[in-house]
T-cell receptor, first 106, second 112 residues
Framework: RKEVEQDPGPFNVPEGATVAFNCTYSNSASQSFFWYRQDCRKEPKLLMSVYSSGNEDGRFTAQLNRASQYISLLIRDSKLSDSATYLCVVNTPLVFGKGTRLSVIA | EAQVTQNPRYLITVTGKKLTVTCSQNMNHEYMSWYRQDPGLGLRQIYYSMNVEVTDKGDVPEGYKVSRKEKRNFPLILESPSPNQTSLYFC???????????FGSGTRLTVV
């Protein structure tokens, strides 16, 4: 069984903090990687793809370490609206982690 | 607007009464998939389809059926629902290659 492991949290951080989530995957043949965001009882939404060279989208930075089979997501200057569950996703086959819950507190 | 549409959003039914949850996408995606999400278990794949008339079992297919007669539609059928199928269900679609999935808004099913 191909696995994707995440710390479930919750991570409770103050507004403005920097927070990092990690994810490990077991299938060394995995080709593509994503971070999804899921708000309570809503559908998961693609936050960003993760590229080997690392990539940034505003306050969000994703990193991939193929040798260690490890993916990370860094959120800088956390906002209240960042409170959600963050899912690590690995393809192929497409496997979802169970998610890490983030609460940003005023 | 590009989207995946699921219906109904909420459904309460009784054990054994056949039901269908519809899923339709307007993005001409080849891949479609059904997931269920339960507390502590994350998203688990029920069935998926790589194209019209091509379907395959995911991790938890027991008690479910699907069909893919047209590219845009991928209904999920519960022939004889049971209480252990009470869950939040998501339909999703994507193109081939390495793109991520687009999810529908979810169907919250309760079987009593």
């Amino acid at each position: 069984r191909k696995e994707v492991e995440q710390d479930p949290g919750p991570f409770n951080v103050p507004e403005g903090a920097t927070v990092a989530f990690n994810c490990t995957y077991s299938n060394s043949a995995s080709q593509s990687f994503f971070w999804y965001r899921q708000d309570c009882r809503k559908e998961p939404k693609l936050l960003m793809s993760v590229y080997s060279s690392g990539n940034e989208d505003g306050r969000f930075t994703a990193q991939l370490n193929r040798a260690s089979q490890y993916i990370s997501l860094l959120i800088r200057d956390s906002k209240l609206s960042d409170s959600a569950t963050y899912l690590c996703v690995v393809n192929t086959p497409l496997v979802f982690g169970k998610g890490t819950r983030l609460s940003v507190i005023a | 607007e590009a989207q995946v549409t699921q219906n109904p959003r909420y459904l309460i039914t009784v054990t054994g009464k056949k039901l269908t949850v519809t899923c339709s996408q307007n993005m001409n995606h080849e891949y479609m998939s059904w997931y269920r999400q339960d507390p502590g278990l994350g998203l688990r794949q029920i069935y998926y389809s790589m194209n019209v008339e091509v379907t395959d079992k995911g991790d938890v297919p027991e008690g479910y059926k699907v069909s893919r007669k047209e590219k845009r539609n991928f209904p999920l059928i519960l022939e004889s629902p049971s209480p252990n199928q009470t869950s939040l269900y998501f339909c999703a679609s994507r193109t081939g290659g390495s793109r991520g999935y687009t999810f529908g808004s979810g169907t919250r099913l309760t079987v009593v």
